[in-house]
């Protein structure tokens, strides 16, 4: 299995292009389920999930294609995927599948609106949190979907072939929720209201892609979604939205090494609770074209306490990485995660490189300590693995990050991104790595 090594005492500097954001493409590949015709996304990053999705559609009759790179094109820029499901082959995803991504639960949304029955497996558990699916099973319910589970999968079944415009009140906030109850409700017969709505930038684009595709819909980032069911839609192109998990991350890298880095192909308005949070902690942060600028030089970092909250609040997505940050911050800060409940994972790794972290239920304080020192440590999740990333960059000495399988799902080409800039950072692949 790969590792990345790295040797910590580098400043970052130069630029890193921000490529599309995975968690509004997940969606947005999903959303090619509705139609016969053909959905291009632009702007597609190249990860493990997306790869895996692409995998997961295949299975219901998804035929996908890749535009050829252009003579001179920057290796990073995002790909250009065609999806088209002409023909539903199979309306079952299978356990198999699903458990690997959780995301990929979400095709019951698009199945059910467009063939009248979906048998999808329910996802299990995963690192982060026990992650229950009720949400989904209420909403779907509200558009007039007959749900049962049976031997481990939610069979959906809409009465008549065709679900029914109804209002659904989530009880929390769920981004995935919202994604697949705004899915499924284009084709639905009739009104559909979602009520305390997820509001996150990717609801926001798979909502202007699915206007794309010809549905009716008002309100998306804001608490109530309100969508008129069409009976068919069409393709249409749209381009992935950037990252903004990955802008946030590299924004951190650059605040724990110091140094300064264009952040570029993004925007920053996609961010501005966790950049309004790094400027309190002395980052400098100015405005770029297409992106921001992000420095650090001498100063000490500031603390900061935070809690996560549904956007746009700070979002649970930068929480590690912001933990890694803090290790390093002259003082005490206190972090509370709201949005999961098992999703401190990092801190035990953090500490093995001279972390000084207390944790206490949903809070984790952390006190700013002079150097971390480079140690082994373990990847446990997409998000943690990268905060120990960031950790490693600012560390003494050697880190080596193991099961670096989680950083392939979400963070393209991370190692050479920040090699370009002055990080000294490898990946030990397969056997030369044990
Ligand atoms: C999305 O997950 C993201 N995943 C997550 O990013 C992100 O952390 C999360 O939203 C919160 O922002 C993708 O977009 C692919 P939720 P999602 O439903 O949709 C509870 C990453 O690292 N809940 O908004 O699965 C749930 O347990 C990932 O890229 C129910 O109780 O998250 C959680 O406590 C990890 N019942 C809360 O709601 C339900 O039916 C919010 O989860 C659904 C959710």
């Known amino acids: 299995m790969d590792k990345i090594r790295i040797v910590g005492g580098n400043a970052l500097s130069g ?62 820029a995002g790909q250009t995927i065609h999806f088209q499901a002409r023909d539903i082959v199979d309306t079952t995803a299978p356990y198999e599948l699903v458990s690997q991504m959780r995301a990929s639960f979400w095709v019951i949304g698009p199945l059910l609106a467009r063939m009248g029955e979906a048998r999808v497996s329910l996802p299990g558990g995963c690192a982060i949190g026990t992650r229950p699916v009720d949400f989904f099973i209420s909403g779907l319910k509200a558009l007039g979907a007959d749900i049962d589970i049976d031997r481990g999968y939610v069979v959906a079944r809409a009465p008549g072939g065709r679900l029914l415009g109804g209002r659904v009140t989530f009880p929390k906030v769920s981004v995935g929720a919202t994604h697949t109850v705004m899915m499924a409700a284009t084709l639905a017969k009739g009104e559909t209201v979602i009520e305390n709505a997820a509001r996150e930038p990717e609801v926001v684009d798979l909502a202007a892609c699915l206007v794309a595709m010809g549905a009716e819909i008002e309100g998306a980032g804001t608490e109530t979604i309100r969508i008129q069911g069409k009976r068919d839609l069409h393709g249409a192109w749209h381009s992935v939205l950037p990252d903004r998990i990955e802008t946030g991350t590299y924004a951190m890298a650059v605040a724990m090494t110091g140094g300064s880095l264009d952040l570029v192909n993004t925007a920053p308005e996609l961010l501005s609770s966790a950049l309004g949070v ?17 420095r650090r030089d001498g100063g000490g970092i500031r603390p900061v306490d935070v809690t996560t909250e549904p956007f746009p609040g700070f979002p649970t997505d930068l929480q590690a990485q912001f933990m890694a940050l803090m290790t390093r911050a002259e003082g005490t800060t206190r972090i509370t995660e709201t949005i999961f409940e098992n999703r401190f994972m990092h801190v035990a790794e953090l500490v093995r490189l001279g972390a000084r972290i207390h944790l206490d239920g949903q809070v984790a304080t952390v006190e700013g300590v002079d150097r ?63």
């Open 372 to 434: 971390l020192i480079g140690a082994p440590v373990m990847a446990t999740d997409l998000r943690a693995s990268v905060s120990l990333v960031i950790a490693g960059l600012a560390a003494e000495g050697d880190t080596t990050v193991s099961r670096v399988y989680h950083l392939d799902r979400g963070f393209e080409r991370l190692e050479e991104k920040l090699s370009r800039c002055g990080a000294a950072i490898e990946r030990l692949s397969g056997e030369g790595s044990r």
């Open 278 to 294: 790094l400027a309190d902690a002395g980052v400098s942060i100015e405005p770029l074209k297409t992106g921001i600028r992000v």
């Open 15 to 76: 630029t890193i292009p921000i490529s599309g954001a995975k968690n509004a493409a997940l969606p947005l590949m999903i959303a090619g389920l509705l139609t016969p015709d053909r959905l291009t996304l632009e702007n597609v990053p190249r990860l493990r999930d997306v790869a895996l999705l692409q995998r997961i559609l295949t299975n219901h009759g998804v035929d996908y294609s890749l535009d050829g790179k252009r003579p001179g094109q920057d290796p990073l």
